[in-house]
């Protein structure tokens, strides 16, 4: 389909994302705009341990206002490689590098308002190398092994939809 740009006013800047307004010309000559997130993209990563357990983080998320139990993940820096970014991350969160890391795939977050790209890591051969975590993160820890990690998915536990996608593009290295 023929969808082409006309305009584009940023009508928010923050730290994570930007909004903007887009005028789009549709297929059939019409015009409509639309609110949309512009992000630069974040990863998530699936810590395996050499023991069958996978390293999640719990953590408070004020949009929700819950503890949500989550896979290891974070928005990438301005032109980091998703790679790059991952490998970072399952640091900061876990304190644990990874040996391997397998590119499982990527999926849009929400694409009906956001250009999020969430890029997504298997991690294993994991060895104890943190780094500082971010200045707002107060994550616990948590490793759980892979048959009841998947199980919680199943189940409803597990809330997170970055952390389901990822668990599920995952399953068959599992």
Same mark, same amino acid.
């Given at each position: 389909?023929?969808? *082409?740009?006309?305009? $584009?006013?940023?009508?928010? *800047?923050? /730290? ?6 887009? @005028?789009? $010309? ?8 639309? %609110? ?5 993209? &974040? ?5 395996? =341990?050499? !023991? ?5 983080? $719990?953590?408070? /998320?004020?949009?929700? #206002?819950? %503890? ?9 820096? !301005? =032109? !980091? =490689? ?10 900061? !969160? ?12 990527? +999926? ?5 308002? *956001? *250009?999020? #790209?969430?890029?997504?890591?298997? &991690? ?11 200045? =707002?993160? +107060? ?7 892979? #048959? $009841? &990690?998947? @199980? ?9 939809? #970055? ?6 593009? &995952?399953?068959?290295?599992?």
């Amino acid at each position: 389909m023929n969808y *082409s740009l006309l305009s $584009r006013k940023l009508i928010y *800047s923050g /730290r994570i994302f930007d909004v903007a307004v887009h @005028e789009y $010309r549709l297929p059939d000559g019409r015009t409509q705009t639309y %609110d949309v997130v512009e992000h630069l993209g &974040a990863v998530t990563v699936v810590p395996v =341990d050499a !023991e069958g357990m996978i390293h999640f983080v $719990r953590q408070y /998320r004020v949009a929700a #206002k819950v %503890d949500l139990l989550e896979l290891p993940a974070g928005v990438l820096h !301005e =032109d !980091e =490689d998703p790679l790059e970014g991952a490998a970072r991350e399952v640091r900061e !969160e876990t304190g644990q590098a990874a040996g391997q890391m397998i590119l499982l795939g990527t +999926f849009y977050m929400v694409p009906g308002y *956001s *250009s999020e #790209k969430m890029t997504v890591y298997l &991690a294993t051969g994991l060895t104890p190398d943190p780094l500082p975590m971010d200045d =707002d993160e +107060f994550l616990q820890t948590e490793r759980i092994p892979v #048959k $009841r &990690a998947l @199980e919680m998915a199943r189940s409803g536990e597990i809330q997170d939809g #970055k952390s389901l996608a990822a668990l599920l593009m &995952a399953e068959k290295y599992l």
